[in-house]
């Protein structure tokens, strides 16, 4: 359990050592630009995801409206 704390103790450290350094060359807080990249993150999935629906809808209805039809005498 030591090993797993230590581990993760390190990675905190070096991950937040980032956005200290960022901060530090904007001139603002760390906490605006550790917040910042989570809402960053949250937005680009949810963009990711309304593409994907928006897509998926469109494609549905291009279907609909463009049958694939064998011969004249399917009307």
């Given amino acids: 359990m030591n090993i797993l704390y230590s581990a993760l103790l390190y990675f905190q450290k070096r991950g ?12 603002i807080r760390a906490k605006v630009v550790r917040t910042s990249f989570m ?11 309304a593409l ?19 011969s004249v005498f399917d009307l």
């Avoid at 998926?56 to 209805?61: D, E, G, K, L, Y």
Wanted: proline share 0%; aromatic share 24%.
């Fill in 52 to 70: 994907y629906l928006f897509l998926a809808f469109w494609m549905r209805i291009k279907d609909l409206i463009y049958t694939k039809r064998s």
């Fill in 39 to 49: 809402y960053l993150t949250f937005v680009t999935v949810g963009v990711g995801f």
């Fill in 16 to 27: 937040y050592y980032v956005c200290q350094r960022i901060a530090d060359r904007l001139g």
